[in-house]
């Protein structure tokens, strides 16, 4: 007679519990982010159709995969400081290997940070090199205003080809502005994401083919719209949406963010 087998639900086959989600939260978070899961499912009760929740969710995913890509840089770096400053460190490292086998809960947790740093060191060596030329054409501070760096290695390489095929960052301005402007009013289309970086990897894909000043088709435009080389002007924006300090289009949440508080006399 065969033995019956026994299933151990995960916690994908569970699902999400409303009954024990606070409680969990508490459990395996820190007070700051179990409160920004609450006001994250709060956010998602709070809208009434199912497009501006999946929209909202997409905003999430994209802050919290920026957030992970920067931790992995960071380690890196931090790894790197070190190696060069601290000796112990690079004696200590020797032997993690035989003390993690031996049950060491400190070089257990050297070899996670270690793991994530390899991983940031990787992604560094292959973001790098990009993102130095897109520095020199168009200006380390966007480099740094926009966090190309945590978007990940196909966008920063596609970013890379697009600075070097569009130099000079007033055309780039003027052609992302038409690219993100059309995005924008495609029907059906969702807005712009709440971050600094308004700038989709498919803008990058249409910039770097749009080489000159005449007038240009975005990649599948179903409506063939064109685009027309001159700048975007205020008129021109949909409610809802502004400049930011380097002139690209973002939301009016986003432009806010960059602009000074206005303090009393």
């Not at 395996?28 to 609450?38: D, E, S, V, W």
């Not at 994209?62 to 112990?88: G, S």
């Not at 038409?178 to 009013?185: A, C």
């Not at 409506?223 to 009016?252: A, K, M, T, W």
Request: net charge positive.
């Amino acid at each position: 007679m065969p033995t019956p087998r026994v299933i151990i639900p995960t916690l994908k086959a569970m699902g999400p519990s409303t009954q024990n989600s606070n409680e969990n939260d508490e459990l395996l978070l820190g007070p700051n982010h179990a409160q920004k899961i609450h006001a994250f499912r709060d956010t998602l009760r709070s809208k009434s159709n199912e497009t501006d929740k999946f929209q909202a969710c997409m905003e999430m995913r994209d802050q919290l995969l920026d957030q992970k890509t920067e931790l992995e840089l960071i380690c890196a770096r931090m790894e790197d400081v070190m190696l060069i400053e601290c000796v112990q460190y690079k004696e200590e490292k020797r032997c993690w290997s035989k003390r993690l086998k031996n049950g060491d809960t400190d070089a257990e947790r050297w070899e996670r940070f270690i793991g994530v740093a390899k991983i940031g060191a990787e992604l560094m060596q292959r973001c790098l090199p990009p993102l130095s030329k897109t520095s020199g054409y168009w200006g380390k501070e966007k480099v740094q205003h926009y966090g190309w760096a945590s978007a990940g290695e196909k966008y920063c390489k596609v970013l890379g080809t697009a600075a070097s095929r569009v130099p000079t960052w007033e055309e780039a301005l003027i052609k992302l502005n038409q690219l993100i402007l059309r995005r924008i009013n495609i029907p059906g289309r969702r807005p712009l994401r709440l971050s600094a970086n308004p700038i989709d990897l498919i803008d990058l894909e249409n910039l770097k083919t749009w080489l000159d000043k005449n007038p240009f088709v975005k990649i599948k435009d179903k409506e063939g719209f064109q685009l027309q080389y001159r700048p975007v002007s205020s008129s021109d924006l949909p409610n809802g949406y502004s400049f930011d300090q380097y002139g690209l289009i973002v939301s009016v949440e986003v432009a806010d963010w960059s602009r000074p508080a206005v303090t009393g006399a």
